[in-house]
T-cell receptor, first 113, second 113 residues
């Protein structure tokens, strides 16, 4: 089965708190890609990161960081010192040897001032 | 840099009407992917085209058809619209049929009344 699970439906934090969004994926393929997208209220899908299955290096980009662990099939996303502008729905997605991206159900993040 | 263009951005139709959504890929991109995102849902893959031929098909209703033209733009035709067709429709494109390198357009928001 190929699947992406985002168990957190909604998370609320206060500005400046750190927050981690969880993503667990399932696939038997050895070659795959993982993504995170941000969808603000305006609706567009904003690409945040892509990782291939052979690159387990964690990545940091400003306040964003990603932790990829093949041993637990997880690709978690952490926002440090959250801001109100981070409020959005965040999707984790999986790409295999097909055309489609398999999305998780998304996590709605609300950051309150 | 040029991005994927979708038109119209918003569309309102009545039940049983027909709608045509257009997608203009990034210049030189030869592969187009269509996704449907219902309210509160994650994007679901509909169909894709590579070099003007259908490449992959997802859960696309029989009432929907799509094609890719010689200039690589694509159109999604939706007939006998139903209330449940109200959704955000995303088009993505890639160069050389690399699904893991899809770039998403801003989406077309279709409302069926």
């Amino acid at each position: 089965a190929q699947k992406v699970t985002q168990a957190q439906t909604e998370i609320s934090v206060v500005e400046k708190e750190d927050v981690t969004l969880d993503c667990v994926y399932e696939t038997r393929d050895t070659t795959y890609y993982l993504f995170w997208y941000k969808q603000p209220p305006s609706g567009e899908l904003v690409f945040l990161i892509r990782r291939n299955s052979f690159d387990e290096q964690n990545e940091i980009s400003g306040r964003y960081s990603w932790n990829f662990q093949k041993s637990t099939s997880s690709f978690n996303f952490t926002i440090t010192a959250s801001q109100v502008v981070d409020s959005a729905v965040y999707f984790c997605a999986l790409a295999l040897n097909t055309d489609k991206l398999i999305f998780g159900t998304g996590t709605r993040l609300q950051v309150f001032p | 840099a040029a991005g994927v263009i979708q038109s119209p951005r918003h569309l309102i139709k009545e039940k049983r009407e027909t709608a045509t959504l257009k997608c203009y890929p990034i210049p030189r991109h030869d592969t187009v992917y269509w996704y449907q995102q219902g309210p509160g849902q994650d994007p679901q893959f509909l169909i894709s085209f590579y070099e003007k031929m259908q490449s992959d098909k997802g859960s696309i209703p029989d009432r929907f058809s799509a094609q890719q033209f010689s200039d690589y733009h694509s159109e999604l035709n939706m007939s006998s619209l139903e209330l449940g067709d109200s959704a955000l429709y995303f088009c993505a494109s890639s160069l050389g049929h690399r699904p893991h390198e899809q770039f998403f357009g801003p989406g077309t928001r279709l409302t069926v009344l």
